[in-house]
């Protein structure tokens, strides 16, 4: 993008600690001076409310795209979610034949050096039997230091994160040698004690995979996964806040206890932006119905159809406020995963969102404003 822009805003949320009138000088896609109170100079464009773009570190595709399929272009679905306002995205692959996920992740690659994805999210296949959700349990399996090897050279330094069961064999083992290599792992799709997820929180696991979703639930004498990750301060922990995944009571919950480390992702997949019907996630049969996508088998829900935007409408509409929304869908998961802050500060990409009421009016992507 080039040229320059001065936007102006009755309520900037800059997510680095500002709340209140403000304004921005955009110049060729980045952010150049930032300020409080009215705009130096007439504004080119004045708003309601500007906050810093989503950033959705949980996500499998959209407009009948899978990230994970093999030979698959990823774009309609980027831009999708970038039009909702989730401007930087972690594409996620669910479980598949391990040859061709690794094949995929050499064919993301290359988006994620250039910036067009933030990086990449392996969920699987190192999964529980017991609590696999939509994976497909024939394609599941232990880890081994040679497979996380293929995985960490396949993608080339744009892992960014693997949900991983920690109870599984060979599972503590590829945890370290994962944060070893840089990689953020999450613990998810397990069936784990409170012990054995200490363990892997031990040997370095920061995230909790879409809490309450994929484990046991929480039990006074048996916590388990969801236990630690409200009691140990040094987990995030990912909420899809469709509506469907997780109750109100639930989020409000882990909002209480855990207030400064929950992201909110969408998980979204291929079916986001088509409606209901007849879908894939990584080889499984998925039915959507009244935007509820299970398998076709109703055994387990499959997934968000709901990007970022609407999970922040929802939270916006029950009160929730605005800060703690910017810091839940866009700062603290990029600080989670190392990506670039996306606070809007002097010096970062103009990726950003004017929002009307809780919808979400224009979204910018650096400097660029979609349509």
Known sequence: MSGSLLLGADRLVDGAGY???????????????AGSGPAPAIADVSVAVLVPGFVDTH???????????????????????????????????????????????????????????????????????????????????APDPAAISDALTAAAGTLSMMT???????????????????????????????????????????????????????????????????????LVLELIGDGHHVDDIAIDAVRNAATHRYVVVSDAMAATGLGDGHYNLAGSRVVVTDGV??????????????????????????????????????????RTLGLASPALVAGARADLLALSGSSVARVMRAGSWLE
């Open 19 to 33: 709340d209140g009138p403000g304004w921005l000088q955009v110049d060729d896609g980045i952010i150049v001076r």
């Open 164 to 234: 991983i069961a920690p109870e599984i064999p060979g599972a503590l083992d590829a945890i370290v040698q994962l944060r070893e290599a840089g990689v953020t792992v999450a613990i998810g799709h397990t069936d784990a004690s409170a012990d054995v997820v200490r363990q892997a929180i031990d040997a370095g696991a920061t995230v909790m995979t879409h809490l309450f979703n994929g484990m046991p639930p929480l039990h006074h004498r048996s916590p388990g996964p969801v236990g630690v990750a409200l009691a140990d301060r040094s």
């Open 293 to 334: 996508a299970m398998l076709a088998d109703g055994s387990s829900l499959a997934g968000s159809t709901t990007p970022i935007a609407g999970a922040v409408e929802r939270l916006l509409g029950r009160g929730v406020n605005l800060g703690e929304i910017v810091a839940a869908t866009s700062i603290t998961p990029a």
């Open 59 to 141: 996500v499998h595709g959209a407009v009948g795209i899978d990230f994970a399929t093999l030979g698959t272009d990823p774009t309609a679905a980027i831009e999708h979610h970038a039009r909702s306002g989730s401007t930087s995205l972690v594409a996620s692959l669910a479980t598949g034949e391990w040859s061709r996920t690794l094949d995929r992740l050499r064919e993301l690659a290359p988006l994620v050096t250039t910036g067009v994805l933030a990086g990449l999210h392996l969920e699987g296949p190192f999964l529980s039997h017991e609590r696999r959700g939509a994976h497909d349990p024939a394609l599941l399996r």
